[in-house]
T-cell receptor, first 111, second 113 residues
């Protein structure tokens, strides 16, 4: 069993839809949770960074962490074709450079 | 723009050869991490350097080694290349005085034939 599980998709939605991306994890000691966006042939770009449980909102993006269920989510409102990318969840035990990534979910937003 | 630059962007090597990949971090970013990303997979942690010392390593053999220099540049060296080493190699840096966000470069795509 992988430490972090993420449905690889692909996920295809129409423009304007609400997108829900999810990851589950097995290690209850994870404290820091991140979502990265990766366009084709590019490096991952940090979208959201959360410590411990709770919600965090930034524009059209909302990140949720439920440590009791070992489940994290990223919601994208009013999705745009420019949101088409691979979304990677990542987490770490402590505030270091060692992250455990999910496999990534490929999202396509159709005009 | 993350301020993390990597070179070369693409390279092709043959099995058994050695390769050096380079990374330049933002000024003040004392921690650099290297990741390997196979096609269709998430990045996997190789190792981390803090103030020029390795201080964390993932499940990679000793033929993967690194260096970090005082000018915020670093190297990843891979000896005795194998076909499975073909991947995107990502460098990431962070400033340990902030909240700890990790910023990635664009990566070096290595193909081993």
């Amino acid at each position: 069993q992988k430490e972090v599980e993420q449905d690889p998709g692909p996920l295809s939605v129409p423009e304007g839809a609400i997108v829900s991306l999810n990851c589950t994890y097995s290690n209850s000691a994870f404290q820091y949770f991140m979502w990265y966006r990766q366009y084709s042939r590019k490096g991952p770009e940090l979208l959201m960074y959360t410590y411990s449980s709770g919600n965090k909102e930034d524009g059209r993006f909302t990140a949720q962490v439920d440590k009791s269920s070992k489940y994290i989510s990223l919601f994208i409102r009013d999705s745009q074709p420019s949101d088409s990318a691979t979304y990677l969840c990542a987490m770490s035990l402590s505030n270091t450079g060692k992250l455990i990534f999910g496999q990534g979910t490929t999202l396509q937003v159709k005009p | 723009e993350t301020g993390v630059t990597q070179s070369p962007t693409h390279l092709i090597k043959t099995r058994g050869q050695q390769v050096t990949l380079r990374c330049s971090s933002q000024s003040g970013h004392n921690t650099v991490s290297w990741y390997q990303q196979a096609l269709g997979q998430g990045p996997q942690f190789i190792f981390q350097y803090y103030r020029e010392e390795e201080n964390g390593r993932g499940n990679f053999p000793p033929r993967f080694s690194g260096l970090q220099f005082p000018n915020y540049s670093s190297e990843l060296n891979v000896n005795a290349l194998e076909l499975d080493d073909s991947a995107l190699y990502l460098c990431a840096s962070r400033n340990d005085r902030n909240t700890g966000e990790l910023f990635f470069g664009e990566g070096s795509r290595l193909t081993v034939l």
